[in-house]
């Protein structure tokens, strides 16, 4: 009885939306999301929820979760996707209810929001790259790239992709310079080079988002900061760009307060404590 | 309680529409609980089933679809992974191996499967999974088809 009212009921509304239903719930998608591997797409909801009953079933904690529809093993859900950017939420995750970013690391993506050339009257790029500054080891770097990464990747632990583009980027130094004392490279050149030898890299890490990273990277490199006093400078401008983040004065001045306290608890940030310069 | 209510009744739609698609499966909601469902299926031909209409019952748990429905059949039935007296079926996907992608209407064409193929070495019914273990094929079938005539056709007159 009840059945059947409701359902001739909503016949008429949901009819043509539920062409392409989530498996689940077999109601249209909400949030729509994906498998990583499979690519089967679910209502974010649907399939997370199904992970906390597979999880719940297993002693220890899942790495992969089997896609109800066709049993491929896959390691995360993608979602919020917009064409730009996505969020991805690692299955073993999943009980801890996942990976929280840390403020310096929300610092970070919140950067990825602003326009290109954000800083640019700030810190000389081209000049950088004049006098050939990448030819001198930065040492905040890796843990500038650490952050970063962790933040874009929303990932704990990314020492292989860390390695990786910074042993690219050694290797393209030494080659510059050696080919350097042979013939006389542009300053552009060696830019542009730069600039696609580390997309390249790092494009299947950070995806949408590489082109912003590797200019990201090329400016921190070009303030010749450490990170400290890189951050300082770009949270100054973040802050005057954004008056609704100065509005409210006891949170940023709390901000700052965690921040400086997670400096301190962060052993990584202080390796590199003395000027870079 | 809204999901798994919400999801039966899309099942119960999807149903109406697919009645005339799968004529060897006829899926009934029960008119007062949309959490009890019978459902009457024909025996797959060239098995001892052939001819032979097997009602099942499905128990829908709340959590569905996260939990599988049970499943039994009420209709008689001599196959190795069918208990003889309960009906209690035992296949994978009404157990561990259960996705909540499945519907009652697969799981019905699950059972279908099962019927035409049955795996006598996780048997129900021990006498059944026996004459099938021991090679005994014919001496399976007359059994099956002794079950099918008595219990699951319609008697005539």
Sequence with gaps: ?277 | MQTSRARLFKEYKEVQREKVADPDIQLVCDDTNIFKWTALIKGPSETPYEGGVFQLAFAVPEPYPLQPPQVRFLTKIFHPNVHFKTGEICLDILKNAWSPAWTLQSVCRAIIALMAHPEPDSPLNCDSGNLLRSGDVRGFNSMARMYTRLAAMPKKG
């Design chain 1, 1 to 277: 009885m009840a059945a059947k009212e409701i359902v001739d009921g909503s016949n008429s509304i949901d009819e043509g939306s539920d062409r392409d239903p989530c498996p689940i719930c077999l109601g249209t998608i909400l949030e729509e999301s994906y498998l990583d591997t499979c690519f089967h797409k679910f209502c974010f909801k649907c399939i997370k929820q199904w992970i906390k009953v597979v999880s719940s079933k297993v002693s220890k904690q899942l790495s992969s979760v089997k896609c109800p529809l066709c049993k491929t093993e896959n390691l995360s859900i993608i979602h919020n996707y917009d064409g730009h950017s996505f969020d991805r939420h690692y299955i073993s995750r999943n009980i801890t209810d996942g990976f929280v970013l840390t403020k310096e690391q929300r610092y970070r993506l919140q950067c990825y929001y602003t326009e290109p050339g954000f800083l640019a009257d700030v810190f000389d790029v081209p000049r950088f790259w004049k006098l050939k500054r990448f030819l001198q080891p930065n040492r905040s770097l890796e843990a500038w790239l650490r952050r970063e990464l962790q933040a874009l990747m929303q990932d704990e632990n990314v020492d292989i992709v860390l390695h990786h583009l910074v042993g690219v980027t050694d290797s393209f130094c030494k080659r510059i310079e050696q080919r350097h004392k042979q013939e006389a490279i542009s300053a552009e050149t060696i830019q542009e080079q730069f600039k696609s030898v580390v997309s390249e890299a790092a494009r299947p890490f950070v995806m949408a988002r590489t082109d912003r990273f590797v200019d990201e990277l090329e400016l921190f490199l070009a303030s010749g900061l450490n990170m400290e006093a890189y951050d300082a400078v770009y949270k100054q401008r973040l802050r005057l760009n954004n008056p609704k983040v100065i509005g409210a004065g006891n949170e940023a001045r709390e901000e700052e307060e965690a921040e400086n306290r997670r400096n301190r608890a962060t052993p990584y940030l202080f390796i590199f404590d003395e000027d870079s310069d």
